[in-house]
């Protein structure tokens, strides 16, 4: 798929988003929301799914607002049948950085990422001083098992219907311009410490998005991480029977789309 084919598709789906989200709301006045709000999903039913990081899942339904689950820090939900469904939340937004399965007022912890991320930390760079796992997006496989890409990790994680949690596919470092960086912080004139940077440095491949395709493979959004670079961000393709595939050496990933900037979900 090239890069122009894909936007193409982009624009579609978001303008199909939109006039989902208006004929919802046409007799609804919605509340305000705690904030941030993250992940979208429509329910079997029809009910549009918002994660809500502030307070927990909420849902529109047949044109009435409710809550679903009180759930802080709540990244994301993948509906599994009606009033069923997959949710990430995240330590970055005052969550757990757990996967739980969400029914109507209740909830179940079903694996911790956040401590595999420790345990394993499968892209191998440095832990560093913020939360080493940020689990961003989560899709539903046939059979009951989660795909969750955690956007700290930089890595796509699979989490089976007991719970046990495994890495499919890491993304790799990329080495990009610092132009766009010096130009947020106002160099050369500010004065500012990333005015000093080489023209170009290891960025991180961010993964931020997991969907399923209909080949059945896993496509996974990446946004670059520092010095933000324009047009790195990259879509990958990666073989649904990868494990530990180090993506940009291994045959079982590809490139299927580029030229993007910080990617935030597919």
């Given at each position: 798929?090239?890069?122009?084919?894909?936007?193409?598709?982009?624009?579609?789906?978001?303008?199909?988003?939109?006039?989902?989200?208006?004929?919802?709301?046409?007799?609804?006045?919605?509340?305000?929301?705690?904030?941030?709000?993250?992940?979208?999903?429509?329910?079997?039913?029809?009910?549009?799914?918002?994660?809500?990081?502030?307070?927990?899942?909420?849902?529109?339904?047949?044109?009435?607002?409710?809550?679903?689950?009180?759930?802080?820090?709540?990244?994301?939900?993948?509906?599994?049948?009606?009033?069923?469904?997959?949710?990430?939340?995240?330590r970055g937004f005052a969550g757990d950085g757990k996967l739980y399965r969400v029914s109507r007022g209740s909830r179940r912890a079903v694996a911790d990422l956040f401590a595999f991320e420790l345990a394993v930390n499968p892209d191998g760079n440095p832990?560093?001083?913020?939360?080493?796992?940020?689990?961003?997006?989560?899709?539903?496989?046939?059979?009951?098992?989660?795909?969750?890409?955690?956007?700290?990790?930089?890595?796509?994680?699979?989490?089976?219907?007991?719970?046990?949690?495994?890495?499919?596919?890491?993304?790799?470092?990329?080495?990009?311009?610092?132009?766009?960086?010096?130009?947020?912080?106002?160099?050369?004139?500010?004065?500012?410490?990333?005015?000093?940077?080489?023209?170009?440095?290891?960025?991180?491949?961010?993964?931020?998005?997991?969907?399923?395709?209909?080949?059945?493979?896993?496509?996974?959004?990446?946004?670059?991480?520092?010095?933000?670079?324009?047009?790195?961000?990259?879509?990958?393709?990666?073989?649904?029977?990868?494990?530990?595939?180090?993506?940009?050496?291994?045959?079982?990933?590809?490139?299927?789309?580029?030229?993007?900037?910080?990617?935030?979900?597919?």
């Amino acid at each position: 798929m090239s890069a122009s084919n894909s936007r193409v598709v982009g624009v579609a789906l978001a303008v199909a988003l939109v006039a989902l989200l208006v004929s919802q709301a046409s007799a609804l006045v919605f509340p305000s929301f705690t904030s941030p709000v993250f992940g979208l999903a429509i329910a079997p039913d029809g009910s549009f799914l918002v994660a809500d990081a502030g307070a927990g899942i909420s849902e529109v339904r047949k044109g009435v607002y409710g809550s679903v689950a009180t759930l802080p820090g709540v990244t994301d939900v993948a509906p599994i049948g009606r009033g069923d469904m997959f949710a990430v939340t995240s330590r970055g937004f005052a969550g757990d950085g757990k996967l739980y399965r969400v029914s109507r007022g209740s909830r179940r912890a079903v694996a911790d990422l956040f401590a595999f991320e420790l345990a394993v930390n499968p892209d191998g760079n440095p832990v560093g001083a913020d939360p080493p796992s940020n689990p961003f997006d989560v899709a539903v496989l046939t059979g009951g098992s989660a795909l969750i890409a955690d956007a700290a990790g930089n890595s796509l994680l699979l989490v089976d219907q007991r719970g046990t949690v495994d890495w499919i596919a890491t993304l790799p470092n990329q080495v990009v311009p610092t132009d766009n960086a010096k130009t947020l912080f106002g160099c050369p004139g500010s004065g500012a410490p990333q005015c000093g940077l080489p023209a170009a440095i290891p960025a991180q491949g961010v993964a931020t998005s997991v969907a399923i395709g209909p080949d059945g493979a896993f496509y996974v959004g990446e946004l670059k991480g520092f010095p933000a670079p324009l047009g790195q961000s990259r879509v990958w393709r990666i073989e649904p029977t990868a494990r530990h595939a180090v993506c940009g050496s291994s045959p079982a990933c590809q490139v299927v789309a580029a030229g993007f900037t910080s990617i935030i979900d597919l």
